[in-house]
């Protein structure tokens, strides 16, 4: 078993929707939880991070976590043509180690 | 701040070469991650370190692969002998403890 797992995708939603990632994860243990997103071609970068239970919005985004299940999960309001691009889910597990999924690629359609 | 420096962008090599890849990490981060990805296995971390000192090194594929870093401000990700199968995007990232990682722009590796 992964990790970090992540439905690789494609997500193709319409421009104006709302665009739904998902991931779970295995270490009971891990603590921190983040969602970067990646261009093609470029480098990853940090759009959200969350610690605890329960959601966290941040401007159109929204990190949901549930430590229960074991699962954490991203939310795009109103997608934009620009949102096109891999999301990438990543774990910190013990001390400052950093696992990332697979990601989702992500279509918006104008 | 520059952010992350790796070099070099690209490299293509024959198999069989030795591969050095380098990374500057951003002045006062203490942590250093170097991470492969491609598009079968997406970004796998390979090693990881606090200040200079490697923490866990699990995830490097076999003796072939070794990092190293000597001080705050420079690690090297090798690779001797190089393989086919270890073409692709190298990432180092840097960051302080419970705060987010900064990428570098990575190294494309192509080995023929």
């Known amino acids: 078993q992964k990790e970090v797992e992540q439905n690789s995708g494609p997500l193709s939603v319409p421009e104006g929707a709302i665009a739904s990632l998902n991931c779970t994860y295995s270490?009971?243990?891990?603590?921190?939880f983040f969602w970067y997103r990646q261009y093609s071609g470029k480098s990853p970068e940090l759009i959200m991070f969350?610690?605890?239970?329960g959601d966290k919005e941040d401007g159109r985004f929204t990190a949901q976590l549930n430590k229960a299940s074991q699962y954490v999960s991203l939310l795009i309001r109103d997608s934009q043509p620009s949102d096109s691009a891999t999301y990438l889910c990543?774990?910190?597990?013990?001390?400052?180690?950093?696992?990332f999924g697979a990601g989702t690629r992500l279509f918006v359609k104008a | 701040d520059a952010g992350v420096i790796q070099s070099p962008r690209h490299e293509v090599t024959e198999m069989g070469q030795e591969v050095t890849l380098r990374c500057k990490p951003i002045s006062g981060h203490d942590y250093l991650f170097w991470y492969r990805q491609t598009m079968m296995r997406g970004l796998e971390l390979l090693i990881y370190?606090?200040?200079?000192?490697?923490?866990?090194d699990s995830g490097m594929p076999e003796d072939r692969f070794s990092a190293k870093m000597p001080n705050a401000s420079f690690s090297t990700l090798k690779i001797q002998p190089s393989e086919p199968r270890d073409s692709a995007v190298y990432f180092c990232?840097?960051?302080?403890?419970?705060?987010?990682?900064?990428f570098g722009s990575g190294t494309q590796l192509s080995v023929l």
């Open positions: 969350i610690y605890s239970n």
């Open positions: 270490d009971r243990g891990s603590q921190s």
């Open positions: 370190f606090n200040n200079n000192v490697p923490i866990d």
């Open positions: 990543a774990v910190k597990a013990g001390g400052f180690k950093t696992i």
């Open positions: 990232a840097s960051g302080i403890i419970n705060e987010k990682l900064f």
